[in-house]
Each structure stands twice: as C-alpha cells, then as structure tokens.
C-alpha cells in the first residue's frame, strides 16, 4: 500500500500532543513539589504524632539535706478530637467515672479558644488531668475501644513535709497567658504558681522531649519516626536546696496556728531565710492532683486569705520594732549619744501634742529607753533632729535624710527575695508630705509618730527580721534568699552581695546592748533563752482595724548570732504576750533542737490560743 | 526453530526492550515502597505484593516470550475470530464475574483472577489493524468509518456494563489512530473542543459579572472565533476575517455604550455577533455558491445547543457522584473527607516530596497508608513523594521516550496493519498515563486505571506486555527475513 505522506505528517502532531501533556504534568509537578510548601507540613501534619515528653520536676531539699517535695505519677487523658470516631460516650464515661454532663462540659471548654487558645483538632487536648495510677489502670483494659484517647504521663508533686503552703508553691496549668508570654508552654503544661514553684520555674521544669511517633491513616500508632533519632530527650529539672530548716518552718506552723501573722527567721551571717511562716497556713497537698481547683477556689474564698503570704505581702506598722533604726540614725548623726537622756513622764508631751508612753523612769538613756520601749525618748530624737537647723537648712532636707538612712537599712523598697510577690512597705520621703501638707505647711511634731513605727510607716515581717539580722552583724545584711542551692547553677549574684547601711558598725553595738537589756531588764525578759544571751524588741503596733499587733524581733546568741527573727501576730494585743515567747521558742527550737522542759508549758500556751478571734473578720 | 531464535534477538527494537525493562523494574521497587510496612523484610517476600509481582513479572517474561516465538501473520489471519472470541467472554463475563465493589469484571479461575477487559484491547487493536489495513481501505468512506467506530465501540459498551467506565474510557484512546489513518482533525478537534465546552461552561456556570453569566460568556466567544476561523479557512478570500472581527468589535462597541446606560447581559451581545457572523458566512456561502461553507455555521448552531445541553446532561444524565468527581476535578468542590480525599492526599504525599524526595522507603503518606490504592492506580504517589521532582520527572520524560519509541517503531512498518496495530499501543499508552497521571496530580477526573508496568497487578501487566511485545514481533519481521 502506498504511503500517504500527508498523514504521515500527523506523527508530529501526535507527538508533539503527547509531548504538551508531559510539559503540563512537568510543570503541575513543579508547583506541588517546589513551589508550593504547604504539602510538607500537611504530610508531617498526617503521620507525625508529636508526643511531648515531660521531664521529672526538679526536687526541693531544706537546708538539712532532708527531701521536701518530690515527684509522683499521674495520667492525663488526651484527646485528638479529629480522629475520634463512632464514640462510645456512656463506656468512656464510665471507665473514667465522670458524668455524661462532664464530659460533655469538658469537651465545650477544651473547643473554646478563650479556655483554651491553642486549641486544635489534630493535636492531643487534655481532657482529664491527673489520674491516680489506679484510674489509669481502669481506663487502659478499655482504652484500645476509644480511637483519638491518649494517654499522658505526667509528673505531679508529692510532699514528705506537708507545711509552708505558700512558701512552696504548687504547680497549675497554664493559662493562655502564661503560652503568650512564653512559647515554651504548650496548652496542658504545668507550671509553677506561687512561691518557689513559681519563682524558680525555669530550674524546676526541665526541658520537655519530644517523641516523634508515625501514625497510620486510621489514627494507629505504627513506632517511632526513623527509630526515634529525632526524638528529643527531656532534662530533669533541678533540684533546689532551701536555706528553709523543715523542723523549724513546722514548729513555726504548729506555734502560729489559729492565729494571723507571720515569723521570718533568717540566719544573719548569710541572709538565707531559715523559716516563713505565713498564718494561716494551709497543705500544700491539698493543691494537688484532681481536687486542686476545688480546693483552690476554697482557699481564695476562705475569710482569713491563707493564700496571702503575709512574711512578704503582708505590710504592718512595724510599731517599736522601728526604734532601734531611729538610734541609729539619731547616733549617727550626732543628735544623741548613748548616754543622751530625755524626759518621760507618761510620754511626749510638745505644742500640745502628746504621745503615751507606759511607766518607766524619768528622764532615760538611749539603751534603757529601747529596752523598756520608751515612746517619748524617740519622739524627742526624731523632733531634735529635724528641727536642727545648725545642721539641715529645712525640716525637709533632714527628712530627706532620714528616709535615705531608712531604705539603707532595708525598708521603703523590696528587698529582692526570690519569692514572688514581695510588697515593699513604706516609708515617707517629704515630698510625700508635701503633697500630703502642702509644701512647707509639715515640721517634726506632724509626723512624730514614725519614730515610734505608726503612722505612715509600714514594713513586711520580712524587713522587720531582715533588721534583726543587720543589728545581729552589727551593720550589714545579706538580702534574704530561701534557696541555697540550685543543682548545676550558682544561685544569683544579688543573695552574696554584702550590703552595708549608712551607719557605722560600732553604733550598731549600742543597740545590741540595748536590746539584750530589753531581755534580761525589760519588755522581753520572757524571751531569754539560758545560755544563749538572746537580744531583742517588743512592738505592739497599733492599727485602725481593731486590737493592737503584737510584734517581736530579736537574734541570738548576743555575739555569734546564728538567727535572727520577726515575729508579728495581729491583733494579739502586747509584744510581749505572743511574739516574743513565739520568737523565742523559734529561737530555742534552732539553736537547741529541743525546748527545754521548763518551757513546754508555754510552748503549749502558745500553740493552744486562739488570736484569730480578734482579728475583727467576721464570722459569716 | 534454532536460527529463527538467533534472529528474532538480534531484530527486535533494544531500545523498547531496554525502556520496558527499566519500567518494569522501576516499577517492581515502587510496588515494594508502597506495600512496605515496617515489618516487611524483604522484596522476595512472596507473600508481599512486591513478591508477587515478581511473579506476575516472570509470567510476563514467559508471555512475551512466546508471543516472539510466534508467526505475526497468524495474528493477522486470526485477528476476526480472536476478536470474536473476546467480546463472547467480555459479555460473559457480565454473568459469572463475583462482584467486586459494584463491578462484574474479574473472572475467578481456581487461584487466580482476571480481568478481560485489560486484554481485550489487544483483540481490539488486531481486529482494528486487520479491518483498516485491508486493500483500498479509506476511512473517507462513511461505512467504513463507521465500521471502524463499531469496532471500538461495542468493546466499550460491553465493559461500561460491567461497570469498569474507567476502563472502557480507555477506548476512546482509539480515536487517535483513527485520526493517523486519515480521520478528519475537525472530529477530534469537535471531541476535545466539547470536552472544553463542557468543562468551562460548567466551572463557571455559577460565576455572574453582573447580569452576564461568565461560563456561557466563555463558550460563546471561543464558538465565535471559530466561526471565524473556519469561515476564513474555508473562504480563501482576503478581508474575511477582517471583515468578521469588524462586525464583532461593531457589536461590542455598541453594547458598550448601551452599557454605560443600563447593565447589559453581555451573552445576548454574544448571540448578536454570532448570528450577525453566521449571516455574513451564509451571504458569502450564496455567493460564492459554495456549499463547504455551510460547515462553520452548522458547528456553530451544534455548538449553541451543545452549551445548553451541558448543564441537562449534568444535572439529570450522569450520576450523583459522577457529578461530585467533576466538580471536585475542577475545583468547585472542596470536599477532602470525601470524594477528594484520595486525591487531596496523593497531592500532599506528592507535593511533600519536594526536589529531591524523602528517599527510598521513606515515604511517610504511602507508608502509613494515607493514600489509597498506593500500590495500584495510585502508585505515582510513592514515586513523588520518595524520589522528588527528580524522579518524578525522570518518570514521565522515560515514559514519553517509550511512547515516542513505540510512534516511531509504527511509523517505519511497511505495512499498514503493523503501522496501524503499532499506533494502538501507542494510543492506549497514551491514554493511560495521560489519565492516572493527571489523576494523581489533581488535574484530571479520578477514572480508576492503571499506570502501565508499575501498578500492581498481573493482568494489567501481561495485557499491556502482550500489546507491546506483539508489536516487536510484528516490528522484527518487517524486513521479511524471519
């Protein structure tokens, strides 16, 4: 047959047809495989489960060595909402024993973004936090029937001593906050709130892992991604020893119960806080595993706000416990010598105005007055000094200077301890009182009263003992820390920092001998510990809301000072009734391990009455 | 026996040899990387597809090997009765086949199964190379043509009842050797154009500039310009189509004015410029006294009714989820639980490859089984996900180098049967990778067929060795010395 070259030419036709569909193809290949990189992730998306791997918490040790808080296991349920199918609720609900309304409420909440912002329907949501190991056990014979369920192993906290609630902090979940501020978190994380928990977050958690697990088209877990080489390992927390002695902070809760204040005791020599006591306390085991939420709503709600830490938020009139500042800066600036004397007969009496004092002699020196806690003898120191115009031009410029020697030695600002929270206090500088006076219209006798710790001042128990300690080293304090060690890190450079105040050491010595004389001759003697040469001082502070405060703060021994301390008890009425026999029991607590026979009975006075009655909250 | 041996070897194509081994092996590897699961050792595992495989490999070895062996004239003086023989079992098939998800189309024997269907288009290609090959054959002749369409079509409607549409679509492939033989270009261009119509009339049928609907705009104006076209085509004239474009923008001018005034329904300004062109060709036609040039107005009329039938068709002939895999193939369906889910992930198994791939065996959307029939209709999948653009595209340029092979090796058969037979292998091949490709890619609709030599599957395999080694056979005798 003849060929018909015409329609041979139709070869090319063909193709060149064959050879545009290939170029098509080419090209849709291009795009998918090159220019789009969305298909990656999709493809990662489908077959990697991403399991997080949580890290055992750090553990918390006191100063002792003995175990504080440690870790138990819990479970979390998971779910992957997408691949959950054909589910049998009722089963499932009865595995974990909750009710159909729970469940239901618990799966609203997880799909809401304002509970729960990272909300995703490909990556595992909590659903149930914090089975016991006898609950998981239920729920895994039944687990293989609920396709999407995961379960989570997670690390919560377990305590050998159960006190110092707030001291210790617990763990929570985090909130959307808490994922804003840091990308670390992911939704159902922990992490610490209040206290250590929270402060030393960052050492405790650890690094999460990562486990890389393939997962199969019908949600079936098929081992892990390329043997687990990408899977990230995660890094124990670290541990933390306290500068907290566990005996001492539980004798201190035991002492303070039923009653609302607070006892900071700090050992001098290096500013580690050796117990803070805040009362009225509370478990922290009851802020952990399933029962946390009730349980912390309980707390929130309770009248006496035992989730107020009042060692460092609480924000007292120090009441006499200021005087021995007020020596110091008196002495320091040469308004008085030690042997000054100034005239009391039933307190300050200037320009008809007048401050009570109780009986005592007349006229007294610088020692006896702190040791018999003399109102009129400051009240005079103050009033010399800023009227003295031979040295300070204005009442405002000395003022200025008094309020400088007061934030040396501590008070008016945070002292930095590493516990979230700290309030500052408050001292008055003169432009407070000009605002509050107007301008020049304020002199000495207006504001008399901050030399014996009312009026505008006000400290936390914290500054109160962190004055104790300076006095106890004669002029110098190390900000106070309660974490003495952090495994594989140097604590922060700020807790070995000395810190000198404004005023030489050897005024400081005056002071020591006058607050020894307050316990063997004056409103302390109740406080003295034989052999151990406690010294000390007595405040009753007055305050608007009811009963006078009782307040002590104090160290001992007088010349190897091992600890010092406050003590603030409010509304329990004089110093000497409840915060020095508390302090001083502290104090013997530390020093001998043991209360001596002949105190027990008042270490039983103290632990068995009930101050909380006066503190003016009403019984609902 | 022992000298036509040494001389059938030293004949054949190598190069088509060398292609199809490549293929197959290449293939054999993908079917191992698709069907891996982790706990799988080896791919002699016969209990493994991949294992299988070889097996229906070694089957297809021993098949081409015969098919060498034998006479190509047999083929030809047999092609009737084999032809005859094979829609018997075809319609036979309908009422013993068990079925197998809705389609009656694999025949159980003892152990194993097949499937007529994928060997009955080498009785077809025969049948069709023996009919168009005789003396004098012209396909000019309307009877002959449509002897030819029978051929190809009674195949088609047997397996369509079997209900394997995908496969029987295969069929229309054939219209491309129709067309070598002398089939007028105007019915192949009319067949793809409708297709065009159909896809673009339907994709924006929902799309409204205004008053005016965008899908019948489209239709309308590509109808246009072939009117256009043709007239000028066939009207050698000059100034015709000048002419015709002056009538057209006249139109548009005007309905632009008109525009400004009140919102016009821009498919009305199109049925204007249509009719006014169509007049113009029938004036032309009178006076020319051409009958010829009646042609491009009937197009255009047969077009018109065709784009008003498109959305009948749609919506009351075809199927349910027939409509639902068109229009997830164009786009106007997002529906990836569904319909769409095969395709969606075979794009993300493909588009996560990236240049390079993630490797052999490290496929992650085939391997955890996220793409469905990853080792059959969707095994392109394995290949772009594990072996990137790179090989991917090295998979398409080694098959249109098979294909090229296959148009050359029927070009130089002195004979038309050999010519004719060899550009049906070629069509099918075509169809086939043009269809599963496409598929996989997103491009075309999901039509469930194989992608030659590399889907698993015996039947598939042999029916597409026997195709192409009966065409070596036929390509080594061309000389006349075996």
Redesign the interface.
């Known amino acids: 047959?003849r060929k018909?070259y015409n329609?041979?030419k139709?070869?090319y036709?063909?193709?060149g047809?064959?050879?545009v569909?290939?170029l098509?193809?080419?090209a849709?290949?291009?795009t998918?495989?090159?220019v789009?990189s969305?298909?990656?992730r999709?493809?990662?998306g489908?077959?990697?489960l991403k399991k997080a791997q949580y890290p055992s918490r750090g553990l918390i040790y006191d100063r002792e060595g003995r175990l504080m808080v440690y870790n138990q296991s819990a479970y979390d349920v998971m779910m992957i909402p997408r691949e959950v199918k054909e589910f049998d609720t009722l089963a499932f609900c009865q595995a974990i024993d909750i009710t159909k309304e729970e469940f239901d409420e618990r799966i609203k909440r997880m799909k809401d973004g304002r509970y729960n912002p990272g909300y995703s329907s490909y990556t595992p949501q909590l659903l149930i936090s914090q089975m016991s190991a006898e609950e998981y056990g239920r729920l895994q014979e039944v687990l293989y029937k609920f396709t999407g369920i995961y379960i989570q192993n997670r690390v919560i906290r377990e305590y050998k001593y159960d006190i110092a609630g707030s001291l210790l902090g617990n763990i929570r979940e985090v909130s959307s906050t808490d994922i804003q501020n840091d990308p670390y978190y992911k939704s159902g994380d922990y992490t610490g709130d209040l206290g250590i928990e929270k402060s030393y977050e960052k050492y405790l958690r650890g690094e999460k892992g990562l486990e890389i697990l393939?997962?199969?088209?019908?949600g079936r877990i098929?081992?892990e991604?390329e043997n687990g080489i990408y899977n990230e390992a995660p890094v124990s927390g670290k541990n933390l020893t306290l500068s907290i002695d566990a005996e001492l902070q539980a004798y201190g809760e035991y002492l303070m119960q039923n009653k609302i204040g607070a006892i900071v005791a700090i050992e001098p020599s290096s500013g580690e806080v050796l117990a803070l006591v805040s009362a009225p306390t509370y478990k922290p085991s009851t802020l952990v595993g399933r029962e946390r939420g009730k349980n912390y709503a309980k707390l929130v709600s309770n009248k006496y706000k035992p989730l107020y830490d009042r060692t460092i938020m609480g924000v007292y009139p120090p009441g006499s416990t200021f005087k021995p500042t007020q020596s110091l800066i008196f002495m320091q600036e040469g308004i008085i010598s030690p042997s000054t004397t100034y005239p009391c007969y039933g307190g300050f009496i200037s320009g008809g105005l007048k401050v009570g004092c109780h009986a005592h002699s007349s006229p007294i020196a610088m020692q006896p007055a702190l040791a018999t806690s003399c109102n009129a003898y400051f009240c005079y120191g103050l009033k010399s000094m800023l009227d003295n115009r031979q040295k300070y031009n204005r009442t405002d410029e000395a003022f200025t200077l008094w309020k400088d020697y007061m934030v040396s030695m501590g008070y008016g600002y945070k002292l930095g301890i590493d516990l979230p929270g700290e309030k500052r206090g408050f001292i008055p500088n003169s432009e407070y009182y000009d605002k509050y006076y107007s301008k020049g219209r304020w002199r000495a006798l207006t504001i008399i009263s901050v030399a014996i710790g009312q009026g505008e001042v006000l400290a936390t128990p914290l500054q109160i003992a962190n004055l104790s300690a300076t006095i106890a080293n004669r002029g110098y304090y190390y900000t106070p820390h309660v974490v003495k060690q952090i495994q594989d890190y140097e604590i922060d450079s700020t807790y070995t920092q000395k810190h000198t105040t404004m005023i030489d050491s050897k005024y400081y010595e005056h002071i020591v001998s006058g607050m020894r004389m307050a316990v063997t001759d004056g409103t302390c003697r109740i406080g003295e510990i034989p052999g151990k040469e406690v010294c000390g001082k007595t405040g009753t502070a007055q305050n608007p809301h009811g009963r006078d405060h009782s307040a002590f703060m104090g160290f001992a021994p007088k010349d190897k000072p091992e600890i010092a301390i406050a003590v603030y008890v409010e509304n329990a009425g004089f110093g000497a009734t409840y915060a020095v026999p508390i302090g001083s029991l502290m104090m013997e607590k530390y020093l001998n391990d043991t209360i001596a026979t002949d105190r027990k009975p008042l270490e039983e006075r103290m632990a068995n009455s009930n101050t909380i009655i006066y503190s003016g909250v009403k019984k609902h | 026996m022992a000298s036509r041996n040494t001389n059938i070897f030293t004949l054949i194509d190598k190069p088509t040899v060398v292609l199809y081994l490549l293929l197959i092996f290449w293939g054999w590897f993908t079917i191992y990387a698709a069907s891996y699961n982790f706990d799988d050792t080896s791919i002699f595992n016969f209990d493994g597809r991949a294992g299988k495989q070889l097996l229906w490999m070694g089957c297809a070895s021993v098949i081409a090997f015969i098919i060498l062996m034998l006479d190509t004239r047999l083929l030809e003086a047999y092609a009737y009765p084999i032809y005859g023989v094979t829609i018997l079992i075809l319609i036979l098939t309908i009422f013993f086949a068990p079925n197998v998800k809705g389609s009656h189309s694999w025949l159980v024997l003892g152990p194993v199964s097949i499937q007529p269907a994928e060997f009955s288009k080498f009785a077809v290609a025969l049948c069709l190379a023996r009919f168009m090959s005789s003396y004098n054959f012209t396909l000019k002749r309307l009877s002959n043509f449509i002897r030819a369409v029978l051929i190809i079509m009674v195949p088609l409607l047997i397996i369509v009842l079997q209900k394997e549409t995908g496969t029987a679509l295969v069929y229309l492939a054939f219209s491309l050797v129709l067309f070598r033989e002398g089939m007028s270009g105007l019915i192949l261009v009319a067949g793809i154009g409708s297709i065009t119509y159909f896809i673009l009339a339907l994709k924006y049928a929902e799309t409204f500039w205004g008053a005016t609907c965008v899908g019948e705009l489209i239709v309308l104006i590509l109808i246009n310009i072939v009117l256009m076209i043709m007239t000028a085509n066939k009207y050698k004239k000059r100034g015709t189509f000048k002419i015709m474009s002056i009538i057209t923008l006249s139109v548009v001018a005007i309905t632009g004015i008109i525009n400004i005034f009140i919102n016009v329904n821009w498919v009305y300004a199109m049925y204007t410029i249509i009719t006014a062109n169509s007049v113009y060709t029938l004036i032309v036609s009178l006076k020319s006294n051409s009958i010829k040039l009646l042609q491009p107005i009937l197009v255009a009329i047969v077009s018109v009714f065709f784009m008003f039938s498109v959305n009948y068709i749609f919506n009351n002939v075809l199927e349910p989820h027939q409509q639902s895999r068109i229009k997830v193939s164009f786009g106007m369906e997002d529906d990836p639980r569904g319909v769409g889910y095969n395709v969606n992930q075979s794009k993300i198994a493909i588009g996560s490859g990236g240049f390079i791939g993630k490797g052999y065996l490290a496929g992650t959307q085939t391997k955890l089984k996220y793409v469905p029939e990853q080792d059959t209709d969707f095994i392109f999948c394995t290949v772009g996900e594990e072996l990137g653009f790179v090989g991917s595209t090295s998979l398409i340029i080694l098959y249109i180098a098979f294909i090229l092979r296959i148009i050359t090796i029927s070009e130089r058969q002195r004979d038309a049967f050999g010519r004719i037979y060899g550009y049906c292998v070629a069509s099918i091949f075509i169809f086939h990778l043009a269809i599963n490709i496409g598929m996989v890619l997103g491009i075309s609709p999901v039509i469930g067929i194989p992608l030659p030599f590399f889907s698993y599957g015996g039947s598939s395999l042999w029916g597409f060795t026997i195709l192409l080694f009966t065409l070596l056979r036929i390509d080594a005798s061309r000389t006349g010395r075996i």
Do not use: H, P, T
């Open positions: 047959m018909d329609l041979e139709r070869k036709i063909i193709g047809f064959v050879i569909i290939a098509i193809y080419i849709r290949l291009f998918l495989q090159i789009d969305d298909y990656r999709f493809a990662e489908n077959a990697f393939l997962r199969d088209s019908k098929k081992g991604y």
